[in-house]
């Protein structure tokens, strides 16, 4: 590792090694029948006739992002030195070659079966994947007709995840949800036999809710063939209904000493049952960890396309527009929907790997990123680290940092206080 005692990394372009070549992409689909009252996703509801637009734009961002790529190509050979960029621009249409593969959303099962079948032949000409290669889609269980199963196989998804939140009819009415508790479970056995790696998005402290009501919700999750939960706490966003009607007081949220207990119930009854926790939201049975998301955790380069996608490329991060019909006529009209575009420094890179990494329960090795980056970083977060070790939130070992149990409710702050 190349390190001078005066360094200054906002002088350096690029790590010594490149930036992250991106293997992952992500996909927004906007669609659902209706907005849930929690939810602040850039969605539309009841807009199916824009299916076709959105299909049609996402072919045309897909072929731009194929371009760039060849420039980008070029251009990697000619800057491992970490000066000029200069691209020879030859542009090929070569498929981007990926090992993860997310379509997520919104509800990409809200696509009509023909019109999935026509994003998998879009993906299809366009990206090429890996043998081994995670692909995922989610899914919202009245969705899984047959047709729509049979489409997710023949498309090559091997992975589905399912917006589950709950088994209990009266909870799922509070969240806005269109299926019932029987839907969900019928949803992940026939899921199970046609896809067989099934991930379930599991909502607590809903309004109203009561511990005892948690656990059957994780009880009866432990007893379907299930491979990954996701575990999250209901937040009130600004925005949403729910953000209005908590201002109003006519939404209650749980009590503070509620959520937290409903947290551990997750991380004792799902341990208890064979999945491990190696994330504060995640839960996965041996070999089945969400390979892109972990993509996000380490910070390596991802593509992203659709409404509101974020991708972090060639140290860029260009955020696409929220509004979907505002992504759909500025795709359509000149091939790009980029709202945001920000070049990430090298000490942003440095600090946002060590930020997001922290939440895996593994925790970070801090000379991996000083090699990464090429600089001596685990310096400069030395007295933000000795501060929550001393608040026992969180443990050093060596160059090794990760949370305590405790730290585990600590994360957004040690993840802000690291990225400040
Ligand atoms: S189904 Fe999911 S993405 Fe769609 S509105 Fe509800 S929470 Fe949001």
Redesign the pocket.
């Known amino acids: 590792m190349e390190k001078t005692s005066d360094f200054d990394p906002s002088l350096a372009a690029d790590p010594p090694g490149g930036w992250p070549v991106p293997k992952s992409l992500y996909l927004h689909v906007p669609f659902?029948r209706h907005?849930?009252g929690y939810?602040n996703?850039s969605?539309l509801?009841g807009r199916d006739d824009l299916q076709d637009r959105f299909l049609d734009a996402v072919e045309r961002e897909l072929s731009e992002l194929q371009g760039r790529r060849g420039e980008l190509g070029e251009d990697r050979g000619e800057a491992r030195d970490g000066r000029s960029r200069r691209s020879t621009m030859t542009m090929t249409m070569a498929p981007i070659e990926l090992d993860t593969l997310y379509l997520g959303?919104?509800?990409p099962t809200q696509l009509t079966p023909p019109r999935l079948r026509r994003l998998f032949h879009i993906l299809s000409e366009r990206v090429s994947l890996a043998e081994d290669a995670e692909f995922t889609c989610e899914a919202?269980p009245e969705d899984l007709t047959t047709e729509t199963l049979t489409g997710l196989v023949e498309g090559g998804v091997n992975r589905l995840s399912l917006?589950v939140q709950s088994f209990d009819d009266a909870k799922l009415e509070t969240l806005q949800r269109s299926h019932s508790g029987e839907e969900a479970v019928t949803a992940i056995r026939r899921a199970g036999e046609s896809i067989g790696n099934i991930s379930i998005d599991l909502i607590f402290a809903a309004p109203g809710e009561t511990s005892p009501a948690w656990q059957r919700d994780l009880d009866t999750a432990c007893e379907l063939p299930i491979e990954h939960i996701s575990t999250y706490s209901l937040t009130y966003e600004k925005g949403t209904e729910f953000w209005s009607r908590r201002r109003q007081g006519t939404l209650q949220p749980v009590s503070e000493d509620t959520d937290i207990e409903m947290y551990h119930a997750s991380r004792q009854t799902l341990t208890a049952a064979g999945f491990q926790q190696y994330e504060i939201s995640s839960f996965a049975k041996q070999g089945a960890r969400s390979r892109h998301n972990s993509v996000y955790w380490n910070g390596h380069g991802w593509y992203a396309v659709g409404p509101s996608a974020a991708r972090f490329v060639d140290g860029w991060r260009d955020v696409n527009h929220r509004s979907p019909t505002t992504y759909l006529k500025q795709v359509l009209a000149q091939g790009s929907a980029v709202a945001e575009r920000e070049r990430i420094e090298l000490d942003q890179h440095a600090r946002e790997i060590a930020a997001f990494g922290i939440r895996q329960i593994d925790g970070i090795d801090l000379q991996e990123i000083n090699r990464r980056v090429g600089y001596d970083f685990a310096a400069t977060i030395d007295e933000v680290v000795d501060r929550f070790v001393k608040t026992d939130t969180l443990i050093r070992c060596g160059h090794h940092i990760r949370l305590t149990e405790q730290g585990l409710l600590f994360a957004d702050m040690v993840e802000s206080q690291i990225l400040d």
């Open positions: 659902c907005r849930c939810c996703f969605v509801a959303g919104g509800t919202n917006g």
